[in-house]
């Protein structure tokens, strides 16, 4: 019983920090056009596809465009700009594109995570001196005290990546 929970909050655990990134694809429909191209722009091979940031220079058919978001809440607060390339580039050769083409991406605050810690330390000593006569009581009271208070506090931002790319097919 206790190694079944541990399997089920182990996998509860790598599903929170895995399921933080979205997607929202929009299919291109009508007739394909004569879609631009260039002589040459600059891309990046280290992703699923290759990752165009202009026109490529192969004529292409546009599948869609893809929207994605990646990172916090509940995952690394070091999102990097390029989180939302991979995971579109990704999504694109899921879907059977050769390539995409950037059209925006970077990273946005998605929240923050704060914390804070506090300490007080106090002293007081006091007395009574006088006398007492009959039924009276005479004399004074006296008291000092000593209080010193810390605080200590910070916050780190958590960002998300995001990206809006076309997803292509090569001709």
């Known amino acids: 019983m206790k190694k079944g929970l541990s399997k089920l909050f182990a996998l509860s655990f790598v599903t929170a920090l895995t399921s933080c990134a979205s997607q929202d694809f929009h299919q291109y429909t009508g007739v394909q056009q004569n879609w631009p191209t260039a002589s040459g722009t600059f891309v990046s091979t280290k992703y699923d596809v290759p990752v165009y940031y202009g026109v490529p220079n192969h004529p292409y058919i546009v599948l869609g465009s893809l929207d ?8 690394n ?9 991979e995971f579109a580039a990704g999504k694109a050769k899921k ?8 059209q925006r991406y970077g990273k946005v605050q998605a929240g923050s995570v704060s914390m804070a810690s506090a300490s007080t ?51």
């Open 95 to 102: 879907m059977g594109g050769d390539a995409i083409i950037v």
């Open 68 to 75: 994605v978001t990646t990172g916090p809440p509940g995952g």
């Open 77 to 85: 607060l070091a999102t990097r700009a390029e989180d939302g390339i």
């Open 121 to 171: 330390n106090s002293s007081s000593s006091g007395g009574f001196s006088g006398q007492a006569i009959e039924n009276n009581l005479y004399g004074q009271t006296y008291d000092s005290g000593y209080s010193n208070t810390n605080f200590f506090g910070g916050s780190m931002a958590s960002y998300q990546g995001k990206a809006s790319v076309l997803v292509i097919k090569f001709k």
